[in-house]
């Protein structure tokens, strides 16, 4: 016989971003900290409320600014310079001013790169599964449902108790999912 | 009053403002969805079955000109630069608008974006695909294009020439490509998961999947997506204004005369984003009619671009009196000689004077009120644009090479049928990206528009708050 699965958490579901907004805040008063919302579009102010902390990705980025130009900069001086110097219309093998539209160009796609790659890997995709699928309205999440899920690893969680607190603030529906 | 009279008019430009009633969010994804969801449509077949027949012949002109050389287009002494670059610069031109639309109206916070950017990036790429064919063929031995590339290879043993502007353009465009892609890509990824979610076959569920990820909307999804997406328009601005002025730089580094001038990167950016935002509103006018999403396509969207259309039109127009002026001004002979007797006078006066006509006149129509916001004349107007902006290529590529120093060296350039088919056949290539693009994919970014009726939502809130202060309601307690 298979293992009775474990829960992952609660997930209380709400018809509008307020509404969560409210939840979410009510639940950070009341001591709860492993919680993750999911909803439709980006909610203004969500990450403060939830106590999260800003995204690191513009610091990635930076890293790949400064490795594009540093690339671009080292294959031009190189090859023209370097590996094979050819004097072309009597112009210096290198030089800052016809290297700034290249220097330019690999630096903005290697920034592109990790801001698509970063976002995409501190995300955590791709994946093929997460306990949030397991709930039975997950598909209307992204459509018009917002979405609180309070982990069951949480210190203050409690199947009943979280439950009647959270259909206090508003949620339309209560369910808990399956690790 | 001058408070009220604003807290007023903000609230009413902002609650109707981007779909005209107070439709939900779950409305949004209905409208949107179904348009990929229903049966498809005959008409979508017989339009694919037309425009893949147009790109049949851009394979078939292709394959001819990789077989044959060069020789089969109209391209010779003096004119070595014919239909090819003519064509490149147009669509890349094109594909502007779309970069201007997703990165830079994002960045100025212009809500009106948000139901027509999608859209319009699609449009970039396509536009990119097409351009991005030129270049690669014109080289004479296209099976080494790759050679453009500084990657080590047997047959090439030495490296490209950094010191030329034809080298940055290869970087430019293939950077704006790439970078243009993974935009439009990123903004996809939720609306893909939506369809996902709304899919009833296994295989839309398996192909959605996949190409959304995994996507869950998680609070911290959204925050490195929003950073990223903030980011990638940081970076597209910039690039969208260097692509244009690289690919001026083509012709400003040289130096021939019309040719040779500091005016070529403003002057060419806002020629590309002039023929960009005509292309857009060709296409919308077509779209939101066939797909019924007038209501998230309003003709507030459709008046916004045809008010950036006046504007750029009118600094096209005066970028051509600068020339001019120049030419007139510097004393140059051979400066003068290009615009007062190639241009103007001389036996592409046709070309040019077509060009002045679409270009400088025709966008003028749009001071007035009415005329901007009439869907036939509007449609009218942005096709003539788009030829005018053609025949600006032209007109600068033909009448700075058609006349050498030497009389000996004059000469007419000439297409031939491969230069019309091939250029044709892109406008094939470029709907067919469109009709698959319609039938697939999200045609409006669904989660942005949800997130800017939820913040005009918000707004609207707090006007109303800031109508009622300045009707004279006091506060409670400073009243007596």
């Known amino acids: 016989m298979a293992e009775k699965p474990s829960i992952h958490g609660l997930v209380a579901d709400f018809d509008s971003p307020d509404k969560l907004m409210d939840a979410i805040r009510a639940a950070r008063k009341a001591g709860y900290s492993k919680m993750e919302a999911y909803t439709p579009f980006p909610i203004h102010g969500i990450d403060d409320a939830m106590g999260a902390k800003p995204s690191i990705l513009g610091y990635l980025v930076l890293c790949g600014s400064a490795t594009g130009m540093a690339i671009a900069v080292w294959l031009q001086w190189w090859t023209g310079a370097v590996a094979y110097p050819l004097v072309i219309a009597g112009k210096p093998f290198f030089a800052l001013e016809p290297s700034i539209p290249i220097i330019f160009e690999l630096t903005v796609l290697l920034s592109a790169f990790v801001a698509v790659f970063g976002m995409i890997g501190l995300n955590g995709l791709p994946r093929l599964h997460h306990p949030i699928f397991n709930y039975s309205g997950h598909r209307a999440i992204t459509d018009d449902r917002f979405v609180l899920v309070i982990e069951a690893s949480d210190r203050e969680f409690d199947a009943t108790g979280t439950r009647d607190f959270l259909a206090a603030h508003g949620a339309d529906k209560l369910e808990l999912i399956e690790a | ?480």
Not at chain 2, 360 to 377: A, D, E, G, Y
């Open chain 2, 1 to 480: 009053m001058a408070e009220l009279s604003h807290a007023q008019e903000m609230k009413e430009r902002l609650t109707p403002s981007l779909t005209g009633g107070h439709p939900s969010f779950h409305d949004v994804t209905e409208a949107v969805s179904i348009i990929s969801e229903v049966k498809t449509h005959r008409n979508w077949y017989i339009a694919l079955a037309i425009t893949s027949s147009i790109t049949g012949i851009l394979g078939l002109m292709l394959a001819y000109l990789v077989a044959t050389g060069i020789g089969v287009w109209g391209n010779n002494g003096p004119v070595g630069w014919g239909w090819d670059i003519t064509n490149f610069v147009f669509w890349i031109g094109i594909g502007h608008a779309g970069t201007l639309i997703s990165a830079i109206l994002f960045l100025f916070r212009q809500k009106w974006r948000t139901s027509i950017n999608r859209f319009a990036e699609a449009m970039t790429l396509f536009a990119v695909a097409c351009a991005g064919i030129y270049p690669a063929v014109h080289v004479g031995r296209p099976w080494r294009a790759y050679w453009l590339f500084p990657m080590p290879n047997e047959f090439l043993n030495m490296w490209q020439n950094f010191r030329s502007p034809l080298l940055w353009d290869v970087f430019a465009v293939s950077t704006y490509a790439t970078v243009s892609a993974l935009f439009w890509y990123v903004g996809l990824i939720p609306d893909l998961a939506t369809f996902r979610d709304r899919a009833t076959t296994k295989g839309r569920q398996i192909a959605y999947g996949i190409a959304s990820l995994g996507w869950r909307g998680s609070a911290t999804h959204w925050k490195n997506y929003e950073k990223a997406y903030m980011i990638l328009a940081g970076l597209s601005t910039p690039l969208v204004l260097s692509v244009h002025t690289i690919v001026s730089f083509d012709f400003a580094v040289s130096i021939l005369p019309g040719w040779h001038t500091t005016i070529f990167p403003p002057y060419f950016v806002a020629g590309a984003i002039f023929s960009g935002f005509a292309m857009v509103v060709t296409l919308m006018v077509i779209a939101r009619w066939i797909y019924k999403v007038e209501h998230l396509v309003t003709m507030t969207h459709l008046e916004n671009m045809n008010k950036v259309i006046l504007a750029t039109g009118t600094i096209v127009g005066y970028a051509y009196a600068t020339e001019f002026f120049t030419a007139w001004y510097s004393g140059n002979p051979y400066e003068s000689y290009v615009f007062f007797v190639s241009r103007a006078t001389g036996p592409y006066a046709w070309a040019y004077w077509s060009m002045i006509s679409c270009n400088v006149i025709s966008p003028q129509f749009f001071w007035f009120k009415k005329l901007r916001t009439s869907l036939p004349f509007m449609f009218v107007i942005s096709i003539i644009v788009n030829i005018g902006m053609w025949f600006e290529r032209f007109v600068i590529i033909a009448t700075s090479l058609h006349r050498d120093y030497l009389p000996s060296s004059w000469g007419y350039f000439r297409p031939t049928f491969v230069d019309v088919l091939t250029f044709f056949g892109t406008f094939g290539l470029f709907l067919t990206l469109f009709v698959f693009f319609t039938r697939f994919l999200p045609i409006i970014a669904i989660s942005e528009v949800k997130g800017m009726m939820a913040q005009n939502h918000h707004e609207a809130h707090y006007l109303d708050e800031a109508v009622a202060a300045s009707e004279g309601k006091q506060p409670v307690g400073a009243a007596h």
